[in-house]
């Protein structure tokens, strides 16, 4: 769309890899994914069939090529990958992603513990025919990793051939990167940002709050992920300046100086 007003940050656009937004299922209907098609397709890059609703919902298959048809990528949750390795079951996920026609998928281990060395093996094996995304961190709060492990995870696990990897949050927002009241854990993301290049991450940010906290310290083309699919809208307007909470982001300190001077007033 184009626009006159000035001083919106210049956004990406797919296929990209920056800006990229992860959009969470958590069991849409097929005219529900058609409205979220119909009115954000062009701003959502991966959609991620959440946990392991894909075992649970009706026209699963039709509603992915619905999806990659809009050219989104989609992919099982994690959790789902974790429920078929548990189970000595890898080649079943394998046949059962294969069936729907997805290309993608997470390798993760925030439920169950996967050794990193057998983890990276995993990512290289399947690398070769999936476009892989790993998850880092865990999914039960109370359990800390520090930052060096983070950043070294994150790191062996983009060599081993990940496109993209993922901080670890849930959909509640509360673990991995953020303290459990939701406040990031700002230490941690500065540490794991000096090992670790910006782009090669997804921040999981399933609160507003956490969206327009990633925005405001790193612009409007950082990676996000766990977004509801009610959200992509309301995300845009944060990563371009028309929302409340990143509304003096982008713009010139002149101009930003003299609104808040008239707000102020």
Same mark, same amino acid.
């Given at each position: ?70 050219? &989104? ?115 941690? &993301? ?76």
């Amino acid at each position: 769309m184009n626009s006159k007003l000035q001083f919106l940050p210049e956004r990406t656009t797919k296929p990209r890899e920056s800006g990229i937004n992860m959009v969470m299922d958590k069991g849409l209907s097929l005219r529900q994914s058609e409205d979220l098609i119909e009115v954000a397709a062009d701003k959502v890059d991966l959609l991620k069939l959440g946990f392991g609703t894909s075992m649970v919902t009706p026209n699963l298959k039709e509603k992915v090529k619905l999806y990659r048809d809009a050219g &989104i990528d989609v992919y099982c949750g994690g959790t789902l990958f974790e429920a078929f390795y548990i189970r000595n079951a890898l080649d079943d996920y394998l046949k059962f992603i294969d069936d729907l026609g997805i290309t993608c998928l997470e390798v993760s281990d925030g439920s169950m513990v996967i050794q990193e060395e057998v983890k990276c093996e995993i990512i290289r094996k399947l690398s070769a025919n999936y476009k892989v995304l790993s998850e880092v961190g865990s999914k039960e709060e109370g359990i800390l990793i520090s930052p060096s492990k983070w950043t070294s995870m994150m790191s062996m696990e983009l060599e081993a051939g990940s496109w993209k990897v993922i901080a670890e949050a849930r959909e509640s927002g509360n673990v991995g990167i953020y303290r459990p009241n939701g406040s990031a854990h700002t230490a941690l &993301i500065k540490m794991i940002l000096t090992k670790v290049d910006m782009g090669d991450i997804i921040w999981e940010t399933p609160k507003k709050t956490q969206q327009a906290w990633f925005i405001q310290q790193f612009g409007a083309n950082v990676n996000l992920g766990n977004i509801g699919p009610w959200d992509v809208i309301p995300l845009e307007t944060l990563r371009l300046g028309l929302r409340g909470d990143t509304f003096f982001n982008f713009l010139p300190k002149s101009v930003a100086k003299d609104l808040k001077q008239v707000v102020d007033s």
